[in-house]
């Protein structure tokens, strides 16, 4: 049984940074994509970035862009976000996903999921 584990959310300032952690078991996905999505109170679970090729690649939205940076571990089957200079509009839960093949930003591409970390940014 494939699971995906978050940890490293919580509460930061404004400016601030934070790294976010998603430790896959049940399956290696050393040539595949892991994902970091994001839902805030309210709306719709958007894409945030994605490693891709097993690391070989990136992907990320627009909205951090030049802010958050997405790393991984493959021996340790792990993917991180790295999140700098925090807005409060980066407050959400974030979701660690991952999928089998290239990346995607489609929640519905993703096949396994994380159960969320939370993330609060005050200004």
């Known amino acids: 049984q494939v699971q995906l584990v978050e940890s490293g959310g919580g509460l930061v300032q404004a400016g601030g940074s934070l790294r976010l952690s998603c430790a896959a078991s049940g399956r290696t996905f050393s040539n595949d994509a892991m994902g970091w999505f994001r839902q805030a109170p309210g709306k719709e679970r958007d894409f945030v970035g994605a490693?891709?090729?097993?690391?070989?690649?990136?992907l990320y939205s627009d909205s951090v862009k030049g802010r958050f940076t997405i790393s991984r571990d493959n021996a340790k089957n792990t993917v991180y976000l790295q999140m700098n200079n925090l807005k409060p509009e980066d407050t959400a839960v974030y979701y660690c996903?991952?999928?089998?093949?290239?990346?995607?930003?489609?929640?519905?591409?993703?096949?396994?999921w994380g159960q969320g970390t939370q993330v609060t940014v005050s200004s």
């Open positions: 996903a991952a999928r089998l093949g290239v990346c995607r930003q489609k929640q519905n591409e993703y096949a396994y």
């Open positions: 490693s891709c090729w097993g690391g070989g690649s990136t």
